[in-house]
């Protein structure tokens, strides 16, 4: 009773369109075995006209940016449409059954692969991704996969870098006049659900189709740039924090046994937080990141200044009976000078053979010149290093 008034409802307003298995069936019996359809065929009724197939990239994520091996892993799918001129029939005549789902393996597809791909070329798809078939002949695949394909990536401008890549789909075995690819997009299209990866947003995307040689060919073109706010905070400003600290060495009197304790103890911290960050720099030769020779110099700086501790650690102990280098009895003259500004004529008077000058005060004297060398050091390569990455 309840089916037959339902049945009532749905005719009156002429939704129902209730197909049985049978209309299928025979819909399917007509076009692969009374057509007697043969996957080999390409699907054109004029074979002398190139099929032509259409691409649309759908990017879900991407999953990994590999500066080592060159290699950007993204995870999406792809929408190749075509007409099958060989698979159209008149609804009216099966119960209006409009579309039909087929294995991917039943149908003539075309040979769509990745051309710049990092492991073996592989068919796309797999056995249970079905395709869509309309009565008018239009078909859409949808094969979903995880690429890796091959990008050269330059980071020389770590942390602030950005990587372009490409995805070449041609179709491997068909000459242009055989198969055409095109893409009807002007770009990726980004999922809605897109997995944002922790360290690369996607800045822009471009969709191209070109000719290689005979074949036929799609790029898809992804710019992506890296993040930089981790690298900032775990690495650069650290290296920041500790080459300021190695410079206040200075500050340090140098007769004190601390002093050498205290450069050592920086020069450590740097030793091993290298070894720490090492890992998220990005490994290559070809390229070495201004980040890396910035951390290079200011390593070189650290050691400098442990060296210049241990002379003066060792000079300052002379006893008074050794002479003062003149070197260093110009500079605490200099420095002497410099701070009593008030009574000009004594300048003038200064006379480097009375005036005496201990080695406590030379090497303090050196100190606070190599203090002001180290700063200036220190905030030029920061600076000069900051806008050659930045810029
Ligand atoms: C078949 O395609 C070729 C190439 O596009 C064209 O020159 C020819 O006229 C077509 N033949 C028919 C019957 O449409």
């Not at 099958?84 to 692969?113: C, F, H, M, R």
Request: glycine letters at 4%.
């Amino acid at each position: 009773m309840q089916t037959t008034q339902l049945w009532v409802i749905f005719s009156l307003f002429g939704i129902a369109k209730l197909q049985s298995n049978t209309d299928v069936q025979s819909l399917l019996t007509q076009l692969f075995t009374t057509n007697n359809y043969n996957t080999l065929i390409r699907p054109s009724t004029n074979q002398s006209a190139p099929k032509e197939i259409d691409i649309n990239f759908n990017l879900y994520g991407i999953t990994d940016v590999d500066e080592i091996e060159q290699k950007l892993t993204t995870t999406g799918w792809l929408e190749i449409t075509w007409q099958d001129d060989l698979l159209t029939w008149t609804p009216a005549s099966y119960n209006e059954v409009e579309k039909l789902y087929l294995p991917q393996g039943n149908i003539w597809k075309p040979d769509v692969s990745l051309q710049n791909g990092f492991s073996e070329l592989e068919e796309l798809g797999s056995k249970f991704i079905q395709v869509y078939v309309h009565n008018s002949g239009f078909i859409m695949w949808r094969p979903f996969q995880v690429f890796e394909t091959k990008c050269d990536m330059n980071s020389k401008y770590f942390p602030f870098d950005e990587q372009k890549c490409h995805l070449m789909f041609v179709s491997w075995s068909h000459a242009s006049d055989d198969i055409t690819l095109t893409q009807s997009s002007n770009g990726i299209e980004l999922s809605e659900e897109l997995n944002g990866h922790g360290e690369w947003e996607i800045t822009s995307s471009s969709a191209t189709s070109d000719l290689d040689g005979f074949i036929s060919r799609v790029k898809f073109t992804i710019v992506i740039k890296r993040k930089p706010l981790y690298t900032i905070m775990n690495i650069i400003l650290p290296i920041i924090l500790l080459a300021l600290l190695d410079i206040f060495t200075f500050k340090i009197p140098a007769d004190t046994g601390e002093r050498l304790g205290y450069t050592i103890t920086v020069w450590l911290s740097f030793a091993v937080f290298l070894t720490i960050v090492s890992d998220s720099l990005p490994k290559t030769s070809d390229s070495v990141p201004i980040v890396s020779i910035y951390i290079m110099i200011q390593l070189f700086m650290g050691t400098l200044i442990v060296l210049i501790s241990t002379v003066e650690a060792g000079l300052v102990a002379n006893p008074e009976s050794v002479p003062v280098y003149n070197i260093l009895r110009f500079i605490a003259l200099r420095l002497r000078r410099n701070n009593v500004k008030s009574s000009e004529d004594m300048v003038m008077k200064i006379d480097p053979e009375i005036l005496e000058v201990t080695w406590k005060e030379a090497i303090t004297a050196v100190d606070t010149c190599l203090f002001l060398i180290c700063m200036g050091i220190f905030f030029i390569t920061t600076i000069i290093c900051f806008l050659i990455v930045a810029i």
